[in-house]
């Protein structure tokens, strides 16, 4: 265990104009030791010398989803030089949303991941029970047993009026789309959100704007990548999402992220309202969903940081997968016969923004457990 020491903070390549909170980092782990050397671009890795670091904290990554195998590179060569945090096992596992797939969240999805998305057992609807995700149905390029994007969300629709399809690499809810019983088959023109071109620096690829029908649409842009189709939780809307930051096992602080009226994106560049909520005020079921996630991660300890995010599990939701029962289209978890409460949205152990600014505690959280585990 160091009792200091050179860290380093992995960035994007251009920084300018993001709010990077992992600065704020920078003089308390002064004051304990360590010097912080930020914003180091992880593209460049092959052009940095990594051995002047005893440790490497991935923080501010945002791109990483624009190139996943290049990122995988960075890190396996990263780590070959100095200690990462949090795991690269841990991290790769967790850069795909197929990891909800892993219904335990168990050590053996890690390497099923590494080698092939092809390999993976899979039902068509899972609900996992430890913890409560949403009911959620995983779509594999070539794969014949969930076929393709537009069936495996015209099977949802037969249960649910909405549905959302995003892909299982992203961020900032890039191409994620609703569609509502009735429009798969209807004619479909795509226009471009503003937003989303201008966050991430190019406009969707695709050959045409105007297909035959919804279908024609989805399958195109999810023709080679995996994705996930989820029945679309209206109550977002209005009662938005919770994310809870944890260090270790530790739950630091939590914010309450409230989509702008008509929407239903959760992200800040999309309108969203975000604000700190007192983990004394978190609604009964959110922290116990949350805590559940961090139990079951595969790792002999807790992530060095991680954030949970959590949403409200309707019983409009819970109703059409019981009467389903155990059809061919569904699989549901013993433990889910529990009233509906509160489901995991997503486990981000990669590259969260922590909220220092308004969360000052945290900086002394972070810190705190990072010293544990490393020393100063």
Same mark, same amino acid.
């Given at each position: ?42 593209? *460049? ?33 990263? %780590? ?41 057992? *899979? ?27 537009? %069936? ?25 789309? *609703?569609? +509502? /019983? ?17 966050? /991430? ?32 939780? %209206? ?18 602080? %939590?914010?309450? +992220?409230?989509? +702008? ?116």
């Amino acid at each position: 265990m160091c009792s200091s020491g050179r860290l380093g903070f992995l960035s994007m390549d251009n920084t300018e104009g993001w709010c990077i909170y992992d600065d704020m980092l920078v003089e308390p782990f002064k004051a304990r030791g360590w010097a912080v050397t930020p914003r180091i671009p992880w593209r *460049r890795f092959r052009e940095h010398d990594w051995s002047q670091y005893d440790i490497v904290v991935v923080r501010s990554t945002w791109d990483y989803q624009d190139d996943l195998t290049l990122f995988h590179a960075a890190l396996d060569h990263i %780590a070959s030089k100095c200690a990462v945090e949090n795991s690269v096992t841990l991290m790769k596992w967790n850069s795909s949303k197929l990891n909800l797939q892993d219904t335990s969240f168990t050590v053996s999805l890690v390497s099923k991941l590494q080698e092939s998305y092809h390999e993976l057992e *899979r039902s068509s609807f899972l609900i996992d029970a430890s913890p409560r995700i949403l009911p959620t149905a995983f779509v594999v390029p070539g794969d014949v047993y969930t076929g393709s994007p537009s %069936a495996a969300v015209g099977r949802a629709l037969e249960s649910f009026e909405e549905v959302v399809i995003k892909p299982a690499v992203g961020a900032s809810s890039f191409d994620t789309f *609703r569609i +509502k /019983r009735g429009e798969l088959q209807a004619p479909y023109i795509f226009v471009e959100d503003p937003t989303v071109v201008e966050l /991430r620096g190019r406009e969707t690829q695709l050959v045409t704007k105007e297909f035959a029908t919804q279908a024609a649409f989805i399958d195109e842009l999810f023709s080679d990548i995996p994705c996930l189709v989820q029945p679309f939780v %209206a109550e977002i809307m209005s009662a938005g999402e919770y994310s809870l930051f944890y260090f270790g096992g530790s739950l630091s602080h %939590a914010m309450h +992220k409230v989509p +702008k009226a008509g929407d239903y994106r959760s992200q800040e560049d999309y309108g969203a309202v975000h604000h700190r909520v007192d983990l004394d005020s978190l609604p009964a079921g959110v922290c116990e969903c949350a805590s559940r996630a961090i139990q079951a991660l595969p790792l002999d300890q807790p992530p060095l940081y991680s954030r949970m995010d959590v949403v409200v599990l309707p019983k409009s939701i819970m109703e059409p997968l019981a009467r389903e029962g155990s059809s061919t289209h569904f699989t549901v978890a013993e433990g889910n016969r529990e009233p509906p409460g509160y489901a995991l949205m997503e486990a981000e152990l990669i590259e969260p923004s922590l909220y220092f600014n308004v969360a000052s505690e945290g900086i002394t959280n972070f810190i705190e457990e990072f010293c544990k585990r490393h020393g100063g």
